[in-house]
């Protein structure tokens, strides 16, 4: 059974910084490209930032120079770093991967809210 289970989500300062966990099970984890998707309220899901198979790494032009996305494929392990947050970061925040012959995989969400 393919399971997604994000952590780390929180409420942060604007300025200040989190770090997301997304573990996954019931996959090789090894063999693809993970991704982390934001919704905030009253807004479609966005895509945030990808890393392949391989390491190599995207983000949405809002995101760049602020977000780092990485993996620990011992660890089956997806992260974002965060730092630099604002207050129009605050969203739930869903780790993802595409699998061929069923689609996106989500996981359940965490959330993120910036606030002072």
């Known amino acids: 059974q393919v399971q997604l289970v994000e952590s780390g989500g929180g409420l942060v300062q604007p300025g200040g910084s989190l770090r997301l966990s997304c573990v996954a099970s019931g996959i090789t984890f090894n063999i693809y490209g993970m991704g982390w998707y934001r919704q905030a309220p009253g807004k479609q899901r966005e895509w945030v930032a990808t890393?392949?198979?391989?390491?190599?790494?995207t983000y949405v032009g809002s995101v760049k120079g602020r977000f780092t996305i990485s993996r620990d494929n011992a660890k089956d392990t997806v992260y974002l770093q965060m730092n630099s947050l604002k207050p129009e970061d605050t969203a739930v925040y869903y780790c993802?991967?595409?699998?061929?012959?069923?689609?996106?995989?989500w996981g359940q969400g965490t959330q993120v809210t910036v606030s002072s």
């Open positions: 993802q991967f595409w699998q061929i012959g069923h689609g996106n995989y």
């Open positions: 890393i392949s198979s391989a390491g190599s790494t």
